[in-house]
């Protein structure tokens, strides 16, 4: 398998840690694939263009061992977790898996959601747009409160945890590393006035899933050589299916 993904492990990435938990971790090629920049700064082009296989051209993209290519970090890790022999990430059909997608789609929405809000950060800042921001936050600080109040339970660890810690941590990674200022709320601390979301997300980053990665360094190839000759492997197999 082949995971297609940019290496910026200042943050917490879903998919790492769904390969971990399925006990997939070695059997997992990590390709290096920036979208935009580099972890210099220096913006690629179309250099790690994933067009041959996803025409949206976003990470993650998977492929499996049989060349499926598979898109979105939502039916990447419900592939991995189909495949598991480890821990399971999708409690079977019934409350507790409807649970575990809610809280994924929460999290999944607050990373889009800020994504969108480090990328406005980019513009010049008279062009940013305010608008953005305010509605874009309040969704947020509500989604922190509502954990808040959750982590007062014993929490397992479905998808949806998985997806809370890449969102949580994504935030703190834009705001200590973005150039962009938040116009409303710069460099955002979500544990502050929430103990108990706090005290989870301390004990989740000793989790082996999230050590596998989270403030390492990428130890693999990052070159665009690198990305374009197992880019080119999968079009070759795929082209012979
Ligand atoms: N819904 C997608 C979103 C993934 C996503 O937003 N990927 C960004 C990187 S953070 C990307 O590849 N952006 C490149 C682009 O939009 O051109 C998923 O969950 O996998």
Known sequence: MKLFYSPFHGF???????????????EMTFVATYPFRNREGVDQGDRYSLLPINPLDKVPTLVTDDWQVVYGSEPICQYLDSRSRAHRLYPDPGPARWDALRRHDRAQTV???????????????????????????????????????????????????????????????????????????????????????AAWYETMLERP???SHYNRDFAGDD????????????VKHRGER
């Open 12 to 26: 917490i990435h879903k998919a790492l840690v769904a390969t971990h938990e399925a006990g997939l971790w070695d």
């Open 111 to 197: 990373f889009e959601t800020t994504v969108m809000m480090n990328m406005e950060g980019w513009r010049p800042e008279t062009e940013r747009h305010l608008d953005v921001y305010e509605w874009i936050w309040p969704k947020i600080l509500r989604v922190l409160d509502e954990l808040e109040e959750e982590c007062r339970e014993e929490q397992g660890f479905d998808i949806g945890h998985a997806a809370t810690l890449h969102a949580l941590s994504y935030g703190d990674f834009g705001s200590r590393f973005y150039e962009a200022v938040d116009p409303l709320y710069p460099r955002y601390d979500f544990r502050a006035g929430r103990p108990h979301l």
């Open 209 to 211: 899933s999230v050590v």
């Open 223 to 234: 070159s665009p050589e690198f990305f374009q000759t197992q880019l080119a492997e999968v």
